[in-house]
Each structure stands twice: as structure tokens, then as C-alpha cells.
């Protein structure tokens, strides 16, 4: 299922965007997060070059705001479920920013992150839970996975994705895991 920290079921898209852990870095913590790009414009191919360095910053207004950011996530899970990996999951992913969760900060150094599509508050496509559960099992049998969380559980004030649209309730059956591994 794995080869090294690639998951071998997502397409590869390898981001210039990532760093080592730091030693001793113990993953256990799958943040959830969303995007679109531009906001509310789904299936198109800027989110993958954002993580890519390649997004034309002059395409669309908003790019703008963004401009020059460097950012990745270990996993992107389109509308339709599809699956596609830029960071290897033994490196540390720039998705998370300044926060703190478990009692620890840094998230980035002991978190892999996944950007689902859509917009923050937004309703998800079931493809996209379908593929967030296997791939949140898939993990758990690589790394010692013990917690899921939002990107507004671990940087609450800061940001607000996947906010309230996204439904907990239907990843936590899907996956059986216990109730303290989800925000509450």
C-alpha cells in the first residue's frame, strides 16, 4: 500500500514545499483542511499548481492575495474523490501554519494534512469522505495515528476550515475510531 511515505492509491505530484521532520516527530495527528481555487471554482487545476509553485498569480484576481505563498499539503482529495499526493508522509507538509493541538504545537512536524476541495463552511462530496476514510485507515496503518482535527480545531481564531459543513459524525462511523480521536 505504501512505498516509503507515498501512498501508492493517489497520483503523485511531487511539491517543492516540504521540509524533514524533526527528530523524534511522532505523526499521529491527520488535519483536515479545505480549498478551492479560485474560491468556490472547483475541478480546475490551481490548487495543484499552488502546492506546485506554478500557479500564474495573474490568472484571477484573488491569485493576489496569495501571491508567492509556499504552501503543500501531503494530500488533496477532489470533488469526485480522487486522490492526489504532493509530499511524501514521512516529511512535513507546510499546511498547518502557527498551532497548536494534543497539547503540542508546530502541527506541521507530527501531522499529515489533507485538503479537501470546497469551500470553508461548504457542504463535501460523499467521494470525497469515502476517500478521506480509506485514506485515514490506510494511515493509520503506516503511522501511529491517533487523532483527526480541522484546520480550525488546531488554529482556532486563525482559520475556519473545513468549518461547519463538514460532517464529522459521517468520517467518525465511517472509520470506528473512538470519540477522543475527533475534535469535540
Not at 491527520?30 to 498569480?57: A, C, K, M
Not at 469551500?119 to 478521506?132: H, I, K, S, T
Amino acid at each position: 500500500m505504501w512505498q516509503g511515505g507515498w501512498y501508492r492509491f493517489a497520483r503523485r505530484e511531487d511539491s517543492p514545499n516540504f521540509g524533514p521532520r524533526p527528530a523524534g516527530a511522532r505523526v499521529d495527528l491527520i488535519v483536515v483542511h479545505s480549498i478551492s481555487l479560485p474560491p468556490g471554482q472547483y475541478g480546475g487545476d490551481e490548487v495543484r499548481q499552488l502546492f506546485t509553485n506554478t500557479l500564474d498569480w495573474d490568472a484571477h484576481p484573488y491569485f493576489k492575495s496569495i501571491e508567492g505563498m509556499q504552501v503543500s499539503a501531503h494530500f488533496h482529495v477532489r470533488r469526485n474523490g480522487e486522490l492526489w499526493q504532493f509530499v511524501d508522509c514521512d516529511h512535513r507538509a507546510w499546511h498547518a501554519g502557527a498551532s497548536h493541538y494534543r497539547g503540542r504545537g508546530e502541527c506541521n512536524d507530527d501531522s499529515i494534512g489533507v485538503e479537501l476541495e470546497g469551500l470553508e463552511g461548504g457542504r463535501f462530496e460523499p467521494a470525497q469522505y469515502d476517500a478521506l476514510a480509506d485514506l485515514c485507515a490506510a494511515l493509520a496503518q503506516r503511522y501511529p495515528i491517533e487523532h483527526v482535527a480541522g484546520h480550525e480545531h488546531i488554529a482556532p481564531g486563525r482559520k475556519r476550515d473545513p468549518g461547519a459543513g463538514f460532517d464529522w459524525n459521517m468520517l467518525r462511523s465511517s472509520l470506528a475510531w473512538p470519540a477522543h480521536s475527533f475534535p469535540r
